[in-house]
């Protein structure tokens, strides 16, 4: 069974830098054809996809965001990292991981996100 | 960047009824196209992938349709489970991209 799980501060303030784990059990991701993916959703709107790393460690970016976005895999520990600079009240957000297989190429597994807000 | 344009952006139906709700992208994305429903509150669920194929375990009442900019997500016949948000979200060059989403409501 695949289960992911976010963690990271609830809290930050404008123009830190806000690191994101995500945690995920089930599979590897030096698993071919696997990838984990960070999309978040604002309050009341909508999905929006900022980053996604494979099991070969490449890695894509939202072309708007990319200039303040990193991921990072650990795969002794099961772990994906997103790391965002330079934070503003407009990144205030539910931040999920999710799994992505290369045949599917869609996230067919999700965390259950988690709530970050932006605020001195 | 690929934008995907749904619509509508809500919807009422009955139950029973036939719903569908388009995703329109601004270019050619061949079949890359997934569908995902939404529940306040929770992560959203993959419906459909690759346009057309249905994910396992979801109900067949579900289907999706299309090719190259136009895409389609059909409920053939309504249930109350199905009050939710439906987000396209489409893959092109390196790049990912969700519509805006639907708001199904059930009258």
């Known amino acids: 069974q695949i289960t992911l799980k976010e963690s990271g501060p609830t809290l930050v303030k404008p123009t830190q830098t806000l690191t994101l784990t995500c945690t995920f059990s089930g599979f590897s991701l030096s698993t071919s054809g696997l990838g984990v993916g960070w999309i978040r959703q604002p309050p009341g709107k909508a999905l929006e996809w900022l980053a996604l790393?494979?099991?070969?460690?490449?890695?894509r970016y939202s072309p708007s965001l990319k200039t303040r976005l990193t991921i990072t895999r650990d795969t002794s520990k099961n772990q994906v990292v997103l790391i965002m600079t330079n934070m503003d009240p407009l990144d205030t957000a539910t931040y999920y991981c999710?799994?992505?297989?290369?045949?599917?190429?869609?996230?067919?597994?999700w965390g259950q996100g988690t709530m970050v807000t932006v605020s001195s | 960047d690929t934008q995907m344009t749904q619509s509508p952006s809500t919807l009422s139906a009955s139950v029973g009824d036939r719903v569908t709700i388009t995703c329109r992208a601004s270019q050619s994305i061949s079949t890359w196209l997934a569908w995902y429903q939404q529940k306040p509150g929770k992560a959203p669920k993959l419906l459909i992938y690759?346009?057309?194929s249905l994910e396992s375990g979801v109900p067949s009442r579900f289907s999706g349709s299309g090719s190259g900019t136009e895409f389609t997500l059909t409920i053939s016949s309504l249930q109350p489970d199905d009050s939710a948000t439906y987000y396209c979200?489409?893959?092109?060059?390196?790049?990912?991209?969700f519509g805006q989403g639907t708001k199904l409501e059930i009258k």
């Open positions: 979200q489409q893959y092109n060059a390196y790049s990912r991209t």
């Open positions: 690759k346009a057309s």
């Open positions: 999710a799994h992505l297989t290369v045949l599917k190429d869609a996230f067919d597994i």
């Open positions: 790393i494979y099991w070969d460690d490449d890695k």
